[in-house]
């Protein structure tokens, strides 16, 4: 068993109550409340900002020339080609430019990205690679799951087909390669890597529920 299988099997419940989760059915059924949806669109968009740092400061980490290049290269990748894919994605759904560059995070996408950026400048190559390693996996995963779900296409296809390409598909190869040449290069780090990518996990699958609840900074009573 590899180690990137190992951490699977130790995050199996996250998954499982990923798959389950109403943005997931829902999504899969074309059912989706549109709010929930471009709720997730809109901080999706800034959460991708913080995942090109993310990436950036992993390179810098790196101590081989490969993995430095293709970090570095995904991190240029992110913010030359892949924002301007995900606002034409949003355009489709009716949202702006002007739109995604004024949201506010909600507070679990400020969570996760922060989890994230500290993530990287604390820890160790290792735990990077596990702390990025749920939200490849994670997407593919769940995207196929609605893939089998789905009866038809619907106005939701679009992000199912985007998570279960191939081009995302070979992305998610190499992060799991990557998992698991930290982990035979870094044993003393297992148990840290193992915390990084329970916690990334646990927040993939509050970020579907801050999506589906429309999560935002409303108070609940006057301060």
Known sequence: MTFSDRLLEDGAHI????????????????????RAFKHWVKQDYRYLL??????????SKARDEA???????????????????HREFAADYGISRADLESVEKAPT???????????????????????????????LDVAEHMADLA???????PFIDMYTSEEFRE?????????????ERFPG??????????TS?????????MAYTLEDWELTRDL
């Open 15 to 34: 998954w499982d109550a990923q798959k389950d989760h109403p943005f997931i059915r829902e999504l899969a059924a074309g059912t989706l409340d549109e």
């Open 50 to 59: 913080d995942y090109a740092r993310l990436f950036s400061i992993a390179g």
């Open 67 to 85: 993995t430095m290049t293709h970090l570095l290269g995904v991190a240029h990748e992110v913010l030359d080609h892949e924002m301007d894919l």
């Open 109 to 139: 996408c400020v969570a996760y990205t922060n989890f994230l950026v500290r993530t990287a400048y604390d820890g160790s190559i290792a735990e990077i690679a596990a702390a990025l390693f749920p939200c490849m996996q994670g997407y």
């Open 151 to 157: 009866d038809g296409e619907h106005q939701y296809t």
């Open 171 to 183: 992305a998610t190869a190499w992060c799991r390669e990557f998992v698991d040449d930290c982990g």
């Open 189 to 198: 780090d297992h148990d840290a890597m193992r915390e990084a990518f329970l």
């Open 201 to 209: 996990a646990k927040l993939e699958y509050r970020f579907w529920e």
